[in-house]
């Protein structure tokens, strides 16, 4: 079952989205900001439930505050199979630091393939836990973020890379 809650952050509201396994295990499945290219419609047959997204409340809570700088929270995006190991390059981007498209490109396992790097980094459902805003152009510029510019520099500025 779908389940979801939206919470209040610095760069807006968030809406969470998640799965209940077939276990009763619980993993995040998309975080979006209100008016993201992209964002997360909440379907009608999905359910309103906060509870299970207490610690990635907590852990967002912490990562603005400036206490964390790595999420451990069990994630499922789904994506093709380009498309997840790209999201998996991003999470060794540490923090407070930035790669080029090209160089993610690289960790990805697709060197040269930039253009198919920037659409998969711009389709990642897990805003800030996975941090696509680490992602610069070559030449340094903050580029291609859904949830904007501007949120990316707030993301950077928070992180100390600008």
């Known amino acids: 079952m779908t389940v979801y809650t939206t919470t209040g952050s610095p760069l807006g509201e968030l809406t969470l989205v998640g799965e209940e396994t077939p276990d009763r295990a619980f993993v995040l499945t998309s975080v979006t900001v209100r008016g993201q290219r992209g964002e997360v419609a909440v379907q009608p047959r999905w359910r309103y439930d906060p509870t299970p997204f207490v610690e990635a409340e907590r ?18 995006p789904r994506g093709t199979a380009f498309r997840e190991r790209v999201w998996a390059a991003l999470d060794t981007i540490p923090y407070g630091s930035t790669v080029t498209y090209r160089e993610l490109s690289a960790r990805a396992g697709s060197p040269g393939a930039v253009r198919a790097i920037g659409g998969a980094v711009g389709a990642n459902p897990l805003m ?33 890379v600008l």
Do not use: M, N, W
């Open 128 to 160: 800030i836990i996975r941090p696509c805003h680490r992602v610069i152009g070559s030449d340094g510029s903050l580029t291609g973020y859904a949830g904007g510019l501007d949120r990316k520099r707030a993301l950077l500025t928070l992180e100390g």
């Open 59 to 76: 852990q967002l809570k912490a990562y603005f505050a400036g206490e964390l700088r790595d999420f451990d929270l069990p994630l499922a």
